[in-house]
């Protein structure tokens, strides 16, 4: 509740004051849902009282014109209410089942000048929903690759799934541009991960007037770091920082304490691609994502070989899975081998993720990879 039914700007207003009636009135009292055609729900309360949705793809990054575009809708069809997923998703919801093919057929009449949907139906049930992913090159300091890029990318090569529902289960693909990793590439069924693989660049000349030293020294997980004189080019001797390369994992934390440990790098930054993981206790338990593809180039701005890896791992998946088996499950049923074979990706000992004990002491000790 509000603290002394104050607005403030300290958080969000309490979201119980935002529910469109028929919501708040059956809170909790819910009978069950069902998908009644891609992109479209209906969700049946104990009161007998029916909400129907309408999800359509949306983008984290939004123009205000976009915003007012859907505020517009919200206002003709849903009472003004409406609500975004976590997966960037739009949800408009109407309290009536004559409510539902106009708002269905506004949404599909609007279009971009190329002809394109501007709020396409769809990212339900066994079929990709939009992709949750990062910041990217737009407003973090740390990625690897762009997140908004690789994203629009693979959701264009991705898009008829969007619309349908013909695969095993739902596919949940998630985008993290570096390794800090504030996407959910750890978890799901395919996962775009930016990676670098050189140690950072050290500004000497400016890394003590920038940076204290001490908090770019404790920053780093594996102890690459230690405090060091240098001398510049002109002779001065500075405090500054060395780096030991061999230890380094290419996190970027020191970048994230000082801008002078600089570690984006045209040639050694790009992606890894992941796949296996899920969140979901169904048919077996979480899991996480395996690394598939051990290293792609940035690029820009279509990442080809990165949608061409992802579109033969759906479609692999779409025609071995069997139904409700989410692709980690298939996977495994059929082992891993014959998963890269299926999705036509190469295979290295380095992939075999199946560490028992520490590193390499063990990738052989078990008897699933037959390799
Ligand atoms: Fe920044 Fe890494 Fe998060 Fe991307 S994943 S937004 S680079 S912290
Ligand atoms: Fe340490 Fe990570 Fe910086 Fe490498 S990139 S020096 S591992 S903090």
Known sequence: KPMENRITDIGPRDYNEFYPPVIAKNKGKWSHHEILEPGVLVHVADSGDEVYTVRVGGARLMSTTHINEICEIADKHCDGHLRFTTRNNVEFMVDSKDKLEPLKNDLAS???DGGSFKFPIGGTGA?????????????????????????????????ADFQDMRLPAHLRVSMACCLNMCGAVHCSDIAILGYHRKPPMLDHEYLDKVCEIPLAVSACPTAAIKPSKQTLADGTEVKSVSVKNERCMYCG??????????????????????AGGKVSNRISDPKFSKVVVGFLPNEMPRWPSMTAAITRMVEAYAKGANKYERLGDWAERIGWEKFFE??????????????????????????QFKF
């Open 342 to 367: 299926a999705c036509e990706l190469e295979f290295t000992h380095h992939l075999i993720d199946d560490f028992r004990q520490q590193a390499y002491m063990s990738w052989r000790q078990s008897t």
């Open 110 to 112: 609007r279009k971009f």
């Open 127 to 159: 079929g990709i929903t939009n992709i949750v992913h990062t910041q990217g090159w737009i407003h973090c300091h740390t990625p690897a690759t762009d997140a908004s890029g690789t994203v629009k990318a693979s959701m264009d090569a991705l898009f």
């Open 253 to 274: 934390n020191c970048y994230t304490m000082c801008p002078s440990i600089a570690l984006a790098d045209t040639e050694g930054d790009g992606i890894v691609l992941m």
